[in-house]
């Protein structure tokens, strides 16, 4: 069963320290799925996946101001107001919980900013009602992405030979955090 806290409607940007996690706005779709660039983002952005993120937030029909806090945001760096990467739910609460994929450009990675953006956004979804578990999945292989969950505090549940699954629940959270 999935549901959508109704105070979530009017939810804006997710700051951290060095960051701005803003709802993707329609435009800014719009310019993802046409692939047509916007002058805030940063010149290797977006990648491949940030395209991938767009059309799946479009499709889920994530644009509706209730739904769109379950949707992706954009990572935007607070010292230059340019977009540097994408990270978001692949949807609604279901069971309880909710899926965080994430994608920073190239020219950004090794900052500490898929972490600093994960560790934002997996707090705000297990802050919310209903939402007892955040999930992600990456390729075990890929082990700048393992670093990142782990750093967050996700832990490696299951292993397959696509994909590793990894999972941060409410009462993991430190005292501090819930």
């Keep these: 069963m999935s ?14 320290q060095r ?4 709802l993707m706005s329609v435009a800014e779709v719009d310019a993802l799925i046409i ?23 479009f499709e889920a029909g994530l644009l509706s101001p209730a ?8 990572i935007r760096e607070r010292a230059t107001s340019l977009v540097v ?10 069971e309880h919980a909710v899926e965080i994929s994430y994608s920073v450009a190239p020219s950004s990675r090794r900052q500490g900013y898929a972490s ?4 934002a956004l997996s707090r705000f979804a297990l802050a ?36 590793l699954k990894f999972t941060l629940r409410r009462d993991q959270l430190p005292e501090a955090s819930r």
């Design 85 to 94: 990467g994408t990270i978001g739910f692949e949807g609604i609460p279901v």
């Design 35 to 57: 692939q047509k660039r916007l002058p805030d983002w940063a010149e290797d952005f977006p990648q491949p996946a940030d395209y991938d993120a767009a059309r799946r937030f």
């Design 128 to 163: 919310q009602p209903g939402v007892e578990e955040a999930i992600a999945y990456t390729d075990p292989g890929n082990t700048a992405s393992n670093s990142v969950l782990l750093t967050a505090g996700f832990l490696p549940e299951e292993e397959g030979d696509i994909a």
């Design 116 to 119: 600093e953006a994960l560790i």
């Design 19 to 22: 960051l701005l996690l803003d």
């Design 67 to 74: 739904a769109a806090a379950f949707g992706t945001r954009m």
């Design 3 to 16: 549901t959508i806290p109704e105070n979530l409607a009017a939810n804006a940007g997710i700051p951290t």
